[in-house]
């Protein structure tokens, strides 16, 4: 499961430069269960000007995004053999995500749409202080990560598609005439901002979840045009641009921060693998993924979908850690306090 540090002070590393401390608690496994099923927003592969539609369709943040911008070019980082090896190198990718239940939850991390009408519900958060107030637009029967009674992460996920914002929530428990939660986050999809430097979101990294996850509209459709989400047993207490927050107490710089940017090596060959796994390959050649969790290793985030095959997705476990490798994105970074990325 996430986890969140002690709010005192932090350490920070935005590319190679900026840095700082912190102290933490113990990290706990992560449970492959997941969500409550049912999303039903309509995600844009609308031009780079057409932020919203009269139908309510949302991009996920602009197109010159870090999240939206192809890594394939990006120079190998100077650590990747070693974050790789303290990863698991020898370690399959699983997909994180699928049809049917797990543990009594949907496969994955789902998520939901709003709109201007949904009732506000305002929100206790045990990390106030590092978590967007709202209130936050929860519909009824909002689908929760593992399900209602699901002890793991209890992610919700909102897409507000009038005002085309991304509402998120970490450890979100219902209530009589309000809820609690961990921590949240509010995104404004039409803007490239980040959260404060030293700040959680829904995520250990203090990134969005939603950009991050393998959607089946998306692999049906056959291309996916963003980075992937991941997690890793063992981080580095530091996190890189575009990662706001760390979430471990380990300094040795063998392991890697939050934030941190994989993809497939490129001369790996796709072509044995089903046509669905190969748009995710592709993807991952291209875009790469984002490390934004402690978990377990090479687990590769999606929306529980019950059109997906399993016995397809699980050929994503011929992947193993030796094919991937770190990439360094500083040359693309325009500004630290944004997401904006150079071409």
Not at 164 to 180: F, K
Not at 235 to 254: E, G, I, N
Not at 276 to 295: F, K, S
């Amino acid at each position: 499961m996430s986890w969140r540090t002690s709010r005192t002070l932090r350490t920070a590393v935005i590319g190679l430069t900026l840095a700082a401390c912190a102290g933490g608690k113990t990290p706990q496994a992560r449970s492959t269960a997941s969500p409550a099923a049912g999303s039903t927003a309509i995600l844009s592969a609308a031009p780079a000007t057409e932020a919203a539609s009269a139908e309510g369709r949302c991009r996920l943040f602009p197109l010159d995004n870090i999240w939206n911008t192809s890594v394939a070019d990006a120079p190998v980082d100077l650590r990747s053999d070693d974050y790789v090896q303290s990863i698991g190198v020898g370690d399959p990718m699983h997909p994180d995500f699928g049809a049917g239940l797990w543990e009594g939850g949907p496969i994955g991390i789902p998520f939901t749409e709003a709109g201007s009408a949904t009732p506000r519900v305002s929100i206790a958060f045990d990390f106030a202080d590092e978590s967007d107030p709202g209130p936050y637009p929860i519909p009824p029967e909002a689908p929760i990560e593992g399900g209602a009674d699901s002890d793991g992460d209890r992610h919700i996920l909102i897409l507000e598609t009038d005002e085309c914002r991304l509402y998120e929530l970490y450890d979100a428990r219902p209530g009589r005439d309000s809820w609690t939660a961990g921590s949240g986050a509010i995104f404004d999809l039409r803007s490239n901002g980040l959260r404060p430097a030293g700040w959680t979101s829904a995520d250990a990294a203090g990134l969005p979840i939603l950009p991050g996850l393998v959607r089946y509209d998306e692999v049906a459709a056959g291309e996916i045009r963003h980075a992937l989400r991941f997690t890793a047993p063992r981080t580095q207490r530091a996190y890189v641009w575009p990662a706001r927050h760390f979430a471990s107490d380990l300094t040795d710089s063998a392991f890697p921060p939050m934030g941190q940017r994989f993809r497939l090596r490129s001369d790996f060959d796709t072509a044995s693998f089903s046509p669905e796994v190969q748009v995710i390959l592709r993807a991952l050649q291209v875009y790469g993924m984002m490390l934004a969790d402690n978990g377990s290793p090479w687990f590769l985030s999606g929306v529980p979908d019950d059109r997906w095959d399993n016995d397809t997705l699980r050929e994503l476990n011929r992947v193993q850690g030796r094919d991937f490798e770190a990439v360094d994105v500083g040359g693309m970074l325009v500004d630290p306090e944004t997401g904006e990325a150079a071409p």
